[in-house]
């Protein structure tokens, strides 16, 4: 069983004792309602499609379009291939062929998910490189242009009914590279959504990792170092930033973006609560080899 020394370790570890004592239950309700998730996301990322996307459009501007549905396909794989290296199997050699087959596939699931951050990265780029229409003399005068009007990540066809009420003043930007507009406080919240969206990728990607160096050090036999300590402390900060962008997105309306980013802080914390029981573990075998060590010595 999980054993947590709170004396030795800090109460910051209390979530994950109360995770790994109920792992293999919340283990799977986590997974399964992620998996529910997944299939939103591809809804949303296929609605806003729907409006960003020109006829014609790129490959990568067709993955960038997507880039929420493939990135939380690759995280699922990630995680699925962490939970069996640190729960299901001691050691490797037991796969053989097969362990390094995991490893190839964990690299291109990251290659996807460092393709996500990238698309993010791009999308900042893009918003900076907005073009602030002077000349037009208000919303009204484009309508019938098949342009979209954005506000909080939703979208609407402007048109002479509507463009009256869409705009609450200030410029109107048209982003580049996509047929779509706003006003000023319009574009101002899609800058700040679309950071918040590259600081939460990146934070995921800190944390995955982090989990990954400690695995390759436990893999070795190394269950008490300083750069597990760090590691672990580290993850803390990550997770607290990732939390943060959790309560924005709540306080924008999206609900569903703050429960599911909550769902894959708990489907990580069962993962480190499996690097921790696995610890515990080696710290066990190794008492026992001193121990039995002690007892052999000739008196």
């Known amino acids: 069983d999980y054993n947590l020394n709170l004396g030795e370790r800090g109460y910051l570890d209390a979530p994950f004792r109360f995770f790994a004592e109920h792992q293999q239950t919340l283990k799977w309700v986590i997974y399964t309602l992620l998996i529910l998730n997944f299939g939103y996301y591809f809804f949303d990322d296929w ?23 493939f990135d939380e396909l690759g995280w699922f794989v990630i995680i699925f291939l962490l939970e069996v290296e640190t729960y299901w199997i001691e050691d490797e050699t037991e796969l053989g062929p097969l362990y390094w087959l995991m490893q190839v596939v964990r690299v291109l699931c990251y ?32 309508a019938g242009e098949d342009l979209s009007f954005t506000r909080n990540l939703l979208y609407e066809l402007v048109d002479a009914n509507n463009c009256a009420n869409l705009s609450q003043g200030g410029d109107i930007y048209r982003f580049d590279g996509e047929p779509v507009v706003s006003d000023t406080a319009g574009y101002q919240l899609a ?13 995921w ?3 995955s990792l982090l989990i990954t160096f400690v695995m390759v050090l436990q893999n ?12 672990d402390r580290l993850q803390y900060v990550i997770y607290t930033i990732i939390a943060g962008t959790a309560f924005y997105w709540g306080f924008y309306g999206y609900y569903v973006y703050t429960w599911d980013i909550l769902l894959w802080i708990g489907g990580f914390a069962v993962i480190d609560a499996n690097l921790s029981e696995w610890r515990d573990e080696l710290n066990e075998g190794h008492d026992a080899k001193v121990q039995s060590e002690v007892r052999s010595e000739p008196v």
Not at 54 to 67: D, E, K, R, S, V
């Open 47 to 69: 609605r806003a499609a729907q409006s960003t996307l020109l006829p014609g459009a790129t490959f990568l501007q067709i993955t960038g379009a997507y880039a929420t549905t």
């Open 111 to 142: 290659v996807v998910v460092f393709h996500t951050l990238y698309a993010f990265i791009i999308a900042i780029i893009d918003l900076g490189n907005a073009t602030i229409l002077t000349d037009i003399g208000g919303l009204c005068a484009l």
């Open 191 to 203: 800058m700040r959504h679309a950071w918040v969206d590259a600081i939460e990728i990146a934070g």
């Open 205 to 207: 990607l800190t944390v």
């Open 220 to 231: 070795k036999g190394i269950y008490d170092s300083a750069w597990i300590r760090g590691a």
